[in-house]
């Protein structure tokens, strides 16, 4: 059961353009949500995250929206620079059930490729 | 400042053999989580400890198994090993309320021949 769908596995972009980046969840029990970069090699780095009770969150370059109703959110990197070139992770997370405890459910990755 | 160290960072072990893999928290996080990323996946949530205890766990069988050393470390070991169980497996740590200060270490790449 794929409680994070990322459904686009590639999204090719040319520098200075914008990069949107697509993610579902089907858990509406979901209250926080993140993404993470991951270069080669490495091990993901996390990127932007979004509470529920927003529906937007930037910093810098990259903004991330919330559409609760239809259980979508999106990364917008504007402007793209080659250096983004890198697999995207988005993450959801379930804080409000108040276990004390919160793990991380990932989707499959989007690779973002921007070309100069 | 180090971040979450794991080591080794690659392994080839054979089917039926058993795995320990290690992981050193970013200084100031006590809790750890284990992570297995399949090739094309994303990762997949195995368990977290917190002051040495396994605090919860993913839909993995009990041939994954850890431990946490009272210096916050931790080991994630894995018996009876299938090809199934190749893999990147990544360590992340964080504060005991845990997602926010999330932070990944580079892995250990599994390959079970």
């Known amino acids: 059961d794929q409680q994070v769908k990322q459904n686009s596995p590639s999204l090719s972009v040319q520098e200075g353009r914008i990069s949107i980046l697509n993610c579902d969840y089907t858990?509406?029990?979901?209250?926080?949500f993140l993404w993470y970069k991951k270069y080669p090699a490495e091990g993901p780095t996390f990127l932007i995250s979004?509470?529920?009770?927003?529906d937007k969150n930037e910093d810098g370059r990259f903004t991330v929206f919330l559409n609760k109703s239809a259980k979508h959110l999106s990364l917008h990197i504007v402007p793209s620079q080659p250096g983004d070139s890198a697999v995207y992770f988005c993450?959801?997370?379930?804080?409000?059930?108040?276990?004390?405890?919160?793990?991380?459910?990932f989707g499959t990755g989007t690779r973002l490729l921007v070309s100069p | 400042d180090a971040g979450v160290t794991q080591s080794p960072t690659h392994l080839i072990k054979t089917r039926g053999q058993q795995v320990t893999l290690r992981c050193s928290p970013k200084?100031?996080?006590?809790?750890v989580s284990w992570y297995q990323q399949a090739l094309g996946q994303g990762p997949q949530f195995i368990f977290q400890?917190?002051?040495?205890?396994?605090?919860q766990r993913g839909n993995f069988p009990d041939r994954f198994s850890g431990h946490q050393f009272p210096n916050y470390s931790s080991e994630l070991n894995v018996n009876a090993l299938l090809l199934g169980d190749s893999a990147l497996y990544l360590c992340?740590?964080?504060?005991?309320?845990?997602?926010?200060?999330?932070?990944f270490g580079s892995g250990t790449r599994l390959t079970v021949v």
């Open positions: 992340a740590s964080s504060f005991p309320q845990g997602i926010y200060g999330y932070t």
């Open positions: 858990n509406s029990m979901f209250d926080y």
């Open positions: 979004i509470s529920s009770i927003k």
């Open positions: 993450a959801a997370s379930a804080i409000g059930t108040n276990t004390g405890f919160q793990k991380l459910v």
């Open positions: 200084s100031g996080h006590d809790t």
């Open positions: 400890y917190y002051e040495e205890e396994e605090r």
